[in-house]
C-alpha cells in the first residue's frame, strides 16, 4: 500500500497481515505522506525497503499503530518502521522483534519526527547503529 495523495485524507487498516513485501526506496508493505493512517490488529513480517522495512511515513501526518507486531523485516535504515518529517508516531500495545538495518535502528527510525510508545515490547532487534532506535533531528 503506498499513499501519497495530494489532499490530507485518513486511512484505516485493520485485522490484516502483511508478509514479505518489498520496495526499493520506503517503506515495503506501507509507505505513506500526507494522510493520517490507523492500523489495529496488523502483523507486518519479513517485509524490506531501503528506508523502513515495513512502513515509511512522512510528511504532517499522525500514524496511530495499536496491537501490532512486526517481526523480521530489514532495511537499510528503520528495519521495521520510519518516521520523518513532522510524522507524529503513536505506538499501543506493539511488538518488535527480530528487525534488522544494515546502518541504523533495528527497529524504528526518527527523523524530525514524534514518538509516543505505550506498552511496547522491543526484542532482538539489530543495526549497526542504535539496535532499536536512532532519533535524529536536524
Same mark, same amino acid.
Given at each position: 500500500?503506498?499513499?501519497?495523495?495530494?489532499?490530507?485524507?485518513?486511512?484505516?487498516?485493520?485485522? /490484516?497481515? *502483511?508478509?514479505?513485501?518489498?520496495?526499493?526506496? *520506503?517503506?515495503?508493505?506501507?509507505?505513506?505522506?500526507?494522510? %493520517?493512517?490507523?492500523?489495529?490488529?496488523?502483523? *507486518?513480517?519479513?517485509?524490506? $525497503?531501503? %528506508?523502513?522495512?515495513?512502513?515509511?511515513?512522512?510528511?504532517?501526518?499522525?500514524?496511530?499503530?495499536?496491537?501490532?507486531?512486526?517481526?523480521?523485516? /530489514?532495511?537499510?535504515?528503520?528495519?521495521?518502521?520510519? =518516521? $520523518?518529517? %513532522?510524522?507524529?508516531?503513536?505506538?499501543? %500495545?506493539?511488538?518488535?522483534?527480530?528487525?534488522?538495518?544494515?546502518?541504523?535502528?533495528?527497529?524504528?527510525?526518527?527523523?524530525?519526527?514524534? =514518538?509516543?510508545?505505550?506498552?511496547?515490547?522491543?526484542?532482538?532487534?539489530?543495526?549497526? =547503529?542504535?539496535?532499536?532506535?536512532?532519533?535524529?533531528? /536536524?
Amino acid at each position: 500500500l503506498h499513499s501519497f495523495p495530494t489532499r490530507r485524507s485518513s486511512d484505516l487498516i485493520t485485522d /490484516s497481515i *502483511f508478509t514479505s513485501n518489498e520496495a526499493d526506496s *520506503f517503506g515495503g508493505a506501507i509507505g505513506i505522506s500526507a494522510s %493520517n493512517l490507523m492500523c489495529t490488529n496488523v502483523a *507486518f513480517s519479513n517485509n524490506t $525497503s531501503e %528506508n523502513g522495512g515495513a512502513v515509511f511515513g512522512e510528511g504532517s501526518l499522525t500514524l496511530e499503530i495499536t496491537d501490532a507486531s512486526f517481526i523480521n523485516n /530489514s532495511a537499510g535504515s528503520g528495519g521495521a518502521f520510519m =518516521l $520523518s518529517t %513532522n510524522v507524529t508516531g503513536v505506538f499501543r %500495545n506493539t511488538v518488535f522483534r527480530g528487525n534488522n538495518a544494515v546502518i541504523g535502528a533495528g527497529a524504528i527510525f526518527i527523523r524530525d519526527a514524534s =514518538l509516543t510508545v505505550d506498552g511496547g515490547q522491543f526484542l532482538e532487534s539489530t543495526a549497526r =547503529l542504535g539496535g532499536c532506535f536512532v532519533m535524529l533531528s /536536524s
